[in-house]
Every structure is written in C-alpha cells, then in structure tokens.
C-alpha cells in the first residue's frame, strides 16, 4: 500500500526533503565524550577540555593534550569535599552540582555550541568512570537546548 500523498503534503510544511520536524533534536546533535585524563590522548578526541578544579596528580602539562582547562565548570570545593565519591551519595551530589552549574550557563552554551560542530571530550580524574562529575556535566551540556539559551 502507498500512503495518498496528498494526506502527506497536508501532515507536513515543507518537502520531505526540506522538513524540520525531521531534523535530528539539538540533544542528538552533540558530540559529546567523556573520558579519564590519565588515558591516552587521541585524534579522535577532538576538543580536549579539563573539568576538574585541580590538575590531575602525577601528570605533566605536555602529557595532557588539552585545548582547554574549564576550571569553573567544577565542584565546588566543598561539594567536592562532602561527595568523596561516595556512590551513596551521588544522587544528592548531582542537584546539587546542578544548582551549580546553573551560574555557568555562558559557559555550557559555548561547550555545547562547540560540540554541535566538533567531538568534544571532557577530562576528568575521577577513578570511576560511572560516578563523577564529569557525567553530570555531560548530561547538562547535553540537555541545554536552543530553546534554554536566553
């Protein structure tokens, strides 16, 4: 069966190949990566941001690779101190960290902006790939949509 193509033309504002409503969601457009600052820079990383407030222990600047040190996109240090990477903790560690990052909203844009175009990877020292906070800051990049830009 054909679908009519008239009811087609009248669901739709514009020629299938032209059509918005298809176009992929800004979320899905993000490259977006994390991944552990003592592991072996690669091509493929592209953008190479440090997230961490402190440089990684043990690892010399040159080792690092980095395009970026995003400081300020951090815990704090007492919300760092009071996590302790504690698994127990972490759902509460995450809104919190979220208020945070709600003052960095120029900042979230502009990663996010860059990862619409080019791989961004975002470094971290953290030991555990699952819980940290790079992961939380991934999926705030990643949330901001252009409607949340104001």
Do not use: M
């Amino acid at each position: 069966l054909r679908p009519n193509r008239l009811s087609f033309v009248s669901t739709f504002s514009s020629p299938p190949c032209l059509l918005p409503e298809f176009a992929a969601p800004a979320s899905e457009i993000c490259d977006l990566h994390i991944k552990r600052i003592y592991d072996k820079p690669e091509l493929a990383d592209g953008f190479r941001v440090l997230v961490d407030r402190l440089w990684p222990r043990g690892l010399r600047k040159n080792q690092a690779a980095l395009e970026a040190w995003e400081r300020d996109l951090a815990p704090s240090v007492a919300l760092r101190r009071w996590f302790g990477h504690d698994r127990q903790r972490f759902d509460e560690f995450r809104r919190q960290y979220l208020v945070e990052l709600a003052g960095h909203r120029v900042e979230l844009d502009e990663l996010r902006e860059r990862a619409a175009h080019r791989r961004v990877t975002l470094l971290y020292a953290a030991k555990d790939p699952l819980i940290n906070h790079a992961v939380v800051l991934a999926d705030a990049i990643r949330a901001r949509g252009p409607a949340a830009r104001r």
